[in-house]
């Protein structure tokens, strides 16, 4: 069983729609969660960053945590076709700059006009 | 923001012969500096975490022979392929923790290599 298990896609929806990326995990001693966004042939780039249990917003971003579920979530609320790339999740048991990170395969994301 | 660049951004060299990737941070300094891979359709994998000034820790499965890391500055680091393979073409990735913002890795954009 991988670490970290993520639904590559492709996911597409309308723009406007509400989105729902997910991951899940194995490590319990996880407790630093991380969504990136990154564009074709880019480096990564930090959406969103939590620590342990809980919800984060960010304008239109929210990232959940369920640490008992292993389980974590990014919303994309009014979507747009600049939304358009791929998002990864990125654990660590410590902080997330003190140590490499343990990702997902990432998740294709289209937002049609 | 903070910014890492890496160099080249895509290179094409023959098997058997070294290729050297540049990782800099250019308006920050950071201690630690860190090189991952990326095969297509697959996770960035961890390779090997760098210090300046100190030897790289590697990953388990990563030949530390064959991938020379160096970090002699605080905004250096590289990557040195040596005796490339096709089986080595990917994309390789680094990161550059920011001294002063320690929970946060800030990501080049990434080398693409190919092997003939």
């Known amino acids: 069983q991988k670490e970290v298990e993520q639904d590559p896609g492709p996911l597409s929806v309308p723009e406007g729609a509400i989105v729902s990326l997910n991951c899940t995990y194995s490590n319990s001693a996880f407790q630093y969660f991380m969504w990136y966004r990154q564009y074709s042939r880019k480096g990564p780039e930090l959406l969103m960053y939590?620590?342990?249990?809980g919800n984060k917003e960010d304008g239109r971003f929210t990232a959940q945590v369920d640490k008992s579920s292993k389980y974590i979530s990014l919303f994309i609320r009014d979507s747009q076709p600049s939304d358009s790339a791929t998002y990864l999740c990125?654990?660590?048991?410590?902080?997330?700059?003190?140590?490499?990170?343990?990702f997902g395969k990432g998740t294709h994301l289209i937002i049609q006009p | 923001g903070a910014v890492v660049s890496q160099h080249p951004s895509w290179v094409i060299c023959k098997s058997g012969t070294s290729v050297k990737i540049e990782c800099r941070s250019l308006?920050?300094?950071?201690?630690?500096m860190f090189w991952y891979r990326q095969f297509p359709k697959q996770s960035l994998m961890l390779m090997a975490t760098?210090?300046?000034?100190?030897?790289?820790?590697?990953e388990q499965g990563v030949e530390k022979d064959k991938f020379l890391i160096n970090h002699a500055s605080l905004t250096l680091s590289t990557l040195t392929v040596t005796s490339a393979h096709p089986e080595d073409s990917s994309f390789y990735i680094c990161?550059?923790?920011?001294?002063?913002?320690?929970?946060?890795?800030?990501f080049g954009p990434g080398t693409r290599l190919t092997v003939l």
């Open positions: 990125a654990m660590s048991d410590t902080g997330g700059g003190a140590d490499g990170l343990t």
């Open positions: 760098s210090n300046e000034g100190s030897k790289a820790t590697y």
């Open positions: 990161s550059a923790r920011d001294t002063v913002s320690y929970n946060e890795q800030f």
């Open positions: 308006d920050f300094q950071a201690t630690t």
């Open positions: 939590t620590y342990s249990s």
